[in-house]
């Protein structure tokens, strides 16, 4: 197969799309924070409570997904996901009681968001052996376009058509985009005749990969749980600040647009993330590639408590957002190095399954606290000192052979 082309681009260039898609809708709930408070009059804990219900629909459904893709491929998987997502959004379009906004967003849009990850990267670890790390960034680097470019597609949406025509558009593109790229998808190359990273990787080696821990060998390694307690700590910081900058930016006097700007920064900064630890992690491994990630995250951190101008919340924006793509593109290589591939889906949906508890958690604790104190000042504390304890717990991770075997 050498010098022809490999359709393992094709399975990347799917992921990109569908990543840019569900995350930069994901990105837009910030946006519409205020429209729902100025109209239908709820609390900043009431709006979050949503947002956590779809992050722990997500990690929920992240776990039968992967294990689905496990065992008949990710085509239908994303098919069915993409309806849920489009049709959920449409029907925010006539949002009028809190039960609704829970149903619409937290439930079906939930469930939308629930594949973008663990099925996308699962399918390119399946597909890549050497060039995991920079694929799986490629891959990643569509969230980061998503990030970038929706939020600030979509208030110019709300300013010329109001937020519930707004989600109308959303829900109609998310559906047909999502349903699309999904008909290019398919679970790995050996089912269609090709071997991983085109051919470049002796079968050998393919075979080695696929021996590879079971859920019932990995829940009885402390790698596993390490590495699921981390990625908790990971998905409280990162979607505790996505939730809430914007609003917290306003509160600041920034004007809308601006603070949109401040999430699309996240966003295309991200971008660079994901690309340079995806290909760092291809040299140095899942371990220190984390560890980088979450010294800038501290860095970001310990900034975000004293910006009130906006310079500084856009210098927040671009460290954080190197950390947020960093972290994002690492997790999947780096469950794949320590317990292969062959269980990936389910193993990899575990790990979302329990970092998305703490991105339920996070948001709407922020949230509260803010209904409370009329401040994230105690909140932005709390995310510095889990940045610290994720780093300590990153650094008790052994590093192993892509098998799952200790060196």
Not at 167 to 194: C, E, F, H, K, S
Not at 315 to 324: N, Q, R, S
């Amino acid at each position: 197969m050498r010098g022809r082309y490999f359709y393992g681009y094709t399975i990347v260039a799917a992921g990109f799309v569908i990543q840019g898609v569900c995350i930069g809708a994901m990105f837009t709930y910030g946006v519409f924070f205020k429209e729902f408070q100025a109209e239908l009059g709820w609390s900043r804990a009431t709006i979050s409570g949503a947002a956590s219900l779809a992050f722990l629909i997500m990690g929920a459904g992240g776990v039968l997904a992967g294990n689905l893709n496990d065992r008949i491929g990710p085509k239908l998987i994303i098919v069915v996901s993409g309806i849920s997502m489009g049709v959920g959004y449409l029907l925010m379009s006539q949002l009028q009681t809190l039960w609704q906004l829970y149903l619409l967003y937290g439930v079906l849009v939930g469930i939308g968001f629930s594949t973008h990850d663990v099925i996308t990267l699962s399918t390119v670890a399946r597909w890549f052996v050497k060039r995991r790390g920079i694929m799986s960034g490629i891959v990643k680097m569509g969230t980061g376009s998503g990030q970038f470019l929706v939020p600030l597609i979509v208030t110019g949406l709300i300013a010329a058509y109001g937020w519930r025509n707004s989600y109308l558009i959303i829900g109609v593109l998310t559906l047909m985009i999502l349903v699309a790229a999904a008909q290019l998808l398919r679970r790995d190359p050996m089912g269609i005749g090709l071997l991983p990273d085109g051919g470049s990787c002796d079968p050998c080696d393919a075979a080695v990969e696929e021996q590879s821990m079971s859920l019932r060998a990995a829940a009885h390694s402390s790698q596993f749980w390490t590495i699921c307690i981390a990625e908790f700590v990971i998905f409280f910081c990162l979607l505790t600040v996505i939730v809430h900058i914007v609003p917290h930016a306003t509160d600041l006097g920034l004007p809308p647009a601006t603070a949109a700007g401040v999430l699309s920064t996240i966003g295309g900064v991200s971008m660079a993330g994901r690309f340079v630890m995806g290909a760092t992690n291809d040299r140095i491994g899942g371990k220190r590639s984390l560890c980088i990630c979450f010294i800038v995250l501290l860095c970001g951190l310990l900034l975000l408590p004293i910006a009130r101008q906006a310079w500084m919340l856009f210098l927040f924006a671009a460290i954080y957002g190197f950390a947020h793509g960093g972290f994002f593109t690492v997790i999947s290589p780096t469950v794949a190095e320590l317990f292969g591939t062959s269980s990936h889906g389910l193993l990899f949906g575990i790990v979302l399954f329990t970092g998305t508890l703490g991105g339920a958690i996070g948001p709407l604790i922020a949230g509260h606290t803010f209904d409370v104190s009329g401040s994230y000042r105690v909140i932005f504390i709390v995310l510095i000192g889990l940045s610290v304890i994720g780093f300590a717990l990153i650094t008790l991770l052994r590093a192993q052979h892509g098998t799952g075997t200790e060196k």
